[in-house]
């Protein structure tokens, strides 16, 4: 290694001597006190030679007053409320006093509490959830550094608490490193020789790493080996100046850091020689920094790999870990199955998986989900099966773990989805019986059954239990969990997920089937919205509707609608109703006393009512009209039109032996609904299905029963509009091709309808007729009796927009495509669009459209030849602005246009062509006559 390498190796260490010359200028000149013990006598302590080799003394400090550390009555004996956390309940404080209580101390309340406070550090899970760890992880410190500091006897129980931890050689692993951990975050140096016997090369290397993280807080420095422990442990003492100084050193480290990673970006070949660095910080960003070279060919990944591989068989930080596996998987993602390099990686990977805690756990499960495996059957390497296999060992090392209380529930939920994410890759179908019988079934079964692990964990072993289930043997493990009390709305979430793919594989008459659905019935009346709509879901796929339909008692879904408050559930119930629904449900449906409500909910609840009624109807004549009846017969304005079409179309529905069972008044009712939409401009082509055969059915069957009401109104169907929709009905039948309909049909039909006018009440009746009547002219091929038809409508200002727009075309075509056609019909035609774009309702109609109406407009101005005309042209365009503005004015023709440039140039051009015609009209009008020739 070079000089330069050599030197940047050792800047993290060179902060400690600006400690040393801080620390001298303060010794003499000020006391620092010691918390929890005597003062420390004065002494010289050596900083280790990665921090320098400056002497620092540590001054000798007073005993603080008693009152300063004692709380009156002696003891303390307080209880806290619990904190809540992501990962669990934060314990409340225990009335702990003397030491002779520690027994109690050592709880399973204050191991959870030292548990969240010195949780190991996981690498691989989103950034919202490691911040939310390392705040869970905050707030526990805090509350322990608070009960340690509380008395001379809190902290003596802590000591003897933390004390008992570290000397529970059989203790669950990743509590005693917890506790480790928080000995060196608290300072507790009296501890420090439990911390220095884990350094032996015959230790778990789990407890191996905390030791050296805990050491590395009391002392400021990353320990290799025990022997260079000793000197510390003989000449520091505990106290608030120590710990000054070792926080003073632990900043100074972290600038070096800084400053050693950014080093690295300009020359990766130092990161190799970086990888060996006792700072696991420094060591993951090396590990980054080549994985970034040999992605950037900087470095060759042939040379670098052996280096990568080494150090990942002697990595100890969970976070160091997970930098050196990304790197080594940038040249391996890609690389064939049979590849030796790969082969090698996997062997590591289960060499760790042994001794692997938590964070080395999740790591190791979601870089095997990552390598690359055989999908196939046909071929060679390894396959899929065998990763999903070699996950479910690392699964099964972490819950074999001797178990105090809890496992770390981000670690298995990683490891469940590495798991899942594996499984999904296995594609050829031949997989399914090799996945069944993984050895990772089993471990992961056994964080379903297990009611202590918490909702997340067991939910996420439920799903990825979905491919390795056996569907004969798991189904009766799903419903056990669902049918439990413990069972949370996500787990049930989870559990119904995946009783859906084993119901999938059920044969329709199986008795499971019927178990299982019984139990999914009752999750639809669940207090957990989301838990509804999952059981709902399920019952509704249409892949299950076979055995859904052999095995459950639809009737309970008139319950679960009665109760249902949430709007789109109560869509999905009535769906589940149009689906399964059965006649004997009629008189439940239409008795519920929120139908209503259904009704009136929007044209959506409504279509979804309408689509169950008709299902329980069944085609029955008497039970379809009634259900039609009841939809129709809400009172309610708004949705009136909406339900009387889905009414309709019910009605509709029926064949020809059902409809002639219907009774007169039916008919008459049916008729009514008809005419009705007509009126409101909806077409049946439209609006329900098989408008055609329902056209001819109204023309031979319910039109001509509901003949014969001589008394009309508004709401009642008479002559009048009896005659008015059967002359609609049979005009749309000849338009559409029926030679059974005649023009005289149609003409006699409309007229009957205007002999009865005079009785009849509703205003606009009789221009409502003729302009249906002028619009069958015109769809007809007659624009002579059409024109006659929409001229005397224009006259009573009574053509809608598309009348005129309609009437002014067909007048152009009866003029012809001469010039003196065009200006003996265009100041018809102009006065026709005038009406139209001087309306109040043309404005809101589509900017192109009302383009195309100026344009025409336009055109005839200019074709009348009118002065008259082309003076009203331009009086509708005074005050057209020369440049684009929003143009808010009401009463302009180019409101809404004029914003656009494009849209400007055009109107200007249409009013400077107009003004043209204009100037020549007048000029002719001026001009003198020629003088006649005199006589011989």
């Known amino acids: 290694m070079d000089q330069g390498a050599r030197r940047r190796r050792s800047e993290v260490g060179l902060g400690a001597a600006r400690l040393a010359l801080v620390v001298l200028l303060l010794g003499g000149a000020c006391r620092l006190p010691t918390v929890g013990g005597p003062a420390p006598l004065q002494r010289s302590v050596r900083v280790g030679a990665s921090h320098g080799d400056a002497e620092v003394a540590l001054v000798e400090a007073e005993p603080s007053p008693a009152s300063e550390v004692e709380e009156p009555g002696g003891e303390l004996a307080v209880s806290e409320p619990a904190q809540e956390t992501a990962q669990g309940t934060l314990p409340a404080a225990q009335p702990l006093g003397t030491p002779a209580e520690a027994s109690d101390f050592r709880s399973s309340e204050a191991n959870r509490l030292t548990w969240f406070a010195g949780r190991s550090r996981l690498a691989g899970i989103p950034a919202a959830a490691a911040a939310e760890r390392e705040r869970s992880r ?35 692993d990743e509590l005693w490193c917890a506790g480790a951990r928080v000995v060196g975050e608290l300072g507790v140096y009296e501890l420090a020789d439990k911390l220095v016997f884990e350094l032996g090369p015959d230790r778990p290397p789990r407890r191996r790493a905390a030791s050296v993280e805990a050491l590395h807080q009391l002392y400021g420095r990353w320990f290799r080996e025990l022997e260079e422990v000793g000197p510390y442990l003989e000449r520091v003492e505990p106290g608030a100046g120590t710990r000054l100084l070792v926080a003073n050193v632990l900043e100074e480290e972290s600038l070096g850091v800084g400053r050693l990673l950014k080093s690295l970006e300009y020359e990766p070949l130092t990161a190799i020689d970086t990888l060996a660095h006792p700072n696991p910080r420094v060591r993951a960003g090396a590990a980054r920094r080549l994985g970034e070279a040999i992605a950037a060919r900087d470095l060759e990944a042939e040379e670098v790999l052996p280096i990568l591989y080494q150090r990942l068989r002697l990595e100890e930080d969970p976070l160091a870990l997970h930098a050196a596996l990304e790197a080594v998987l940038v040249p391996l993602q890609s690389a064939t199955v049979l590849d030796p390099a790969l082969e090698e990686l996997r062997g590591i990977l289960e060499g760790l998986s042994s001794t692997a805690g938590p964070g080395h756990s999740l790591v190791l499960a979601q870089t095997l989900a990552r390598l690359p495996w055989r999908t196939t059957i046909e071929g060679e390497g390894p396959t899929v099966a065998e990763g999903v296999a070699a996950i479910g060992r690392v699964l099964s090392g972490r819950i074999q773990d001797k178990k105090l209380f809890q496992h770390d529930s981000d670690a298995l939920v990683g490891i469940l989805g590495a798991l899942l994410s594996l499984c999904d890759r296995a594609k050829d ?40 289930a056996e569907p004969s043997q798991d189904w009766p493990l799903f419903l056990d969990v669902l049918r439990r009390g413990d069972s949370t709305p996500a787990l049930s979430h989870a559990l119904l997920g995946a009783l859906r793919s084993i119901l999938l594989e059920f044969d329709p008459e199986s008795a499971g089937a019927s178990v299982i659905l019984d139990q999914v019935a009752d999750l639809t009346g669940a207090s957990d919205p989301d838990l509804r709509r999952r059981a709902l879901s399920l019952l509704a796929d249409q892949r299950l509707r076979e055995i859904v339909r052999s095995h459950l008692e639809p009737t309970f879904l008139l319950e679960c609608l009665r109760a249902e408050d949430v709007p789109d559930l109560a869509s999905s119930v009535l769906e589940l109703i149009r689906i399964f629904g059965r006649p004997d449900m009629l008189d439940g449906l239409l008795g519920l006393e929120r139908f209503e409500e259904l009704a009136k909910s929007g044209p959506d609840g409504a279509a979804d009512l309408a689509g169950a009624l008709r299902q329980v109807a069944a085609g029955s004549p008497t039970e379809t009209w009634r259900a039609a009846e009841g939809l129709a017969s809400v009172n309610d304005q708004q949705t009136y039109v909406a339900r009387i ?124 007729v003729q302009r249906d009547r002028a619009r069958f002219y015109a769809a007809g091929g007659d624009p002579v009796r059409a024109m006659r038809e929409f001229r005397v409508l224009h006259e009573e200002a009574a053509l809608e927009n598309a009348d005129l727009r309609q009437a002014a075309a067909i007048n152009r075509t009866i003029g012809g495509e001469g010039l003196a056609g065009r200006r003996a019909t265009a100041p018809e035609c102009f006065d026709l669009l005038e009406t139209l774009v001087t309306g109040d309702t043309w404005v809101t109609e589509p900017a192109k459209v009302r383009r195309q109406d100026l344009s025409d407009l336009a055109g005839h101005a200019v074709d009348s030849q009118s002065e008259e005309r082309l003076q009203r042209f331009l009086e509708l365009f005074a005050g057209l602005p020369a440049t684009p503005e929003d143009g808010d004015e009401p009463v302009t023709v180019w409101r809404g246009l004029a914003g656009s440039a494009e849209v400007l140039v055009e109107l200007q051009k249409h009013v400077e062509a107009v003004q043209t015609a204009l100037g020549k009209v007048r000029a002719k009008t001026t001009e003198t006559p020629p003088s006649p020739p005199a006589d011989g």
């Open 138 to 172: 905050r707030e526990a410190l805090v509350a322990v550094r608070e009960r340690f500091e509380r008395s001379p006897e809190s902290r003596a129980a802590w000591e003897e608490h933390l004390a008992f931890l570290l000397d529970g050689r059989e203790l669950y």
């Open 429 to 468: 179908s031949a997989f399914v019986a090799e996945l069944r019988e993984s050895s990772a079934r089993e471990p992961v079964r056994a964080l379903i059954q297990d009611a202590q692990q918490e909702e997340a964990v067991r939910a996420a072993a439920v799903s990825a239990l979905g491919p390795l």
């Open 645 to 768: 079409q889905l009414a309709l179309g019910m009605v509709a529905s029926l064949d020809e032996a059902a409809a002639l069972q219907l009774e007169r008044f039916q008919h008459q009712e049916i008729a009514l609904w008809a005419w009705l939409l007509h009126r409101a401009g909806i077409e049946l082509d439209q609006a329900i299905e098989g408008a055609s055969a329902f056209k001819e059915r109204l023309v031979r069957l319910h039109l001509p029963k509901s003949q014969g009401v001589l008394i009309e109104s508004a709401t009642r169907f008479g002559e009048s509009t009896r005659n008015h929709l059967l002359a609609v009905m049979l005009g749309e039948l000849l338009l559409a091709g029926d030679t059974t309909v005649s023009v005289e049909e149609v003409d006699a039909a409309f007229t009957r309808s205007l002999e009865f006018v005079d009785v009849h009440t509703e205003p606009g009746f009789k221009q409502r």
